[in-house]
């Protein structure tokens, strides 16, 4: 069975600092990979995704995460955390097989300081 | 703009009323989804349908049911609300092999 796992149900850092949202999954296939954020009050919208193409995923907003086989993970980072990025953020995880239902983390809470 | 609706952003239902949560989709999706968001909790998935007439239990079906008659519309009915489902809904629709698009949610509370 697949399941995710976000390490830190709450990350905060100041405002232009790294931002490092963690990822672990596990799958018995070739996973497909999904980072959303959901903004108060709003549903969740989808940050970037990996299909099996690049290791490197570059998603919206100067957010990018990696795939990495070898450690299930798939850790989201944007350089230089804005203020407007704080929200909640969800990692997410699907097999290759088509039309398979998404499994989702708990969640992640950042905040970001002026 | 491609969308998917959600008929209410707030609802406040009594114990043992019959829900109704609507769901509408313009995209032509062929899968679509219901979920509910808990705090701690995540996103955990109810049902499911790749197709009308189609659906699947997900992980906590109890105490729901689905409907879907038409491609672009899935309804999720609470047969007999309970308080423990006080909850955010979450509808979503997608093709095959891509991301999902979500509503903005029904904060749904029982009384």
């Known amino acids: 069975a697949q399941s995710v796992t976000q390490l830190g149900s709450h990350v905060s850092v100041s405002e232009g600092a790294l931002v490092l949202l963690r990822c672990n999954y596990s799958s018995s296939v070739p996973p497909y990979l999904f980072w959303y954020v959901q903004y108060p009050n709003q549903g969740l919208q989808l940050l970037l995704k990996y299909t099996s193409a690049a290791t490197l995923v570059k998603g919206i907003n100067g957010f990018e995460a990696e795939f990495k086989k070898s450690e299930t993970s798939f850790h989201l980072t944007k350089p230089s955390a804005h203020m407007s990025d704080a929200a909640e953020y969800f990692c997410a995880v699907s097999d290759t097989q088509a039309g398979t239902a998404l499994i989702f983390g708990k969640g992640t809470t950042l905040s970001v300081s002026s | 703009d491609v969308k998917v609706t959600q008929s209410s952003r707030y609802l406040v239902k009594r114990t043992g009323e019959k829900v109704f949560l609507e769901c509408v989709q313009d995209m032509d999706h062929e899968n679509m989804f219901w979920y509910r968001q808990d705090p701690g909790l995540g996103l955990r998935l109810i049902y499911f349908s790749y197709d009308v007439k189609m659906k699947e239990k997900g992980d906590i079906p109890e105490g729901y049911s689905v409907s879907r008659e038409k491609k672009e519309r899935f309804s999720l009915i609470l047969e007999s609300a309970s308080t423990n489902q006080t909850s955010m809904y979450l509808c979503?629709?997608?093709?095959?092999?891509?991301?999902?698009?979500f509503g903005s949610g029904t904060r749904l509370t029982v009384v």
């Open positions: 979503a629709s997608s093709l095959w092999d891509a991301g999902y698009t």
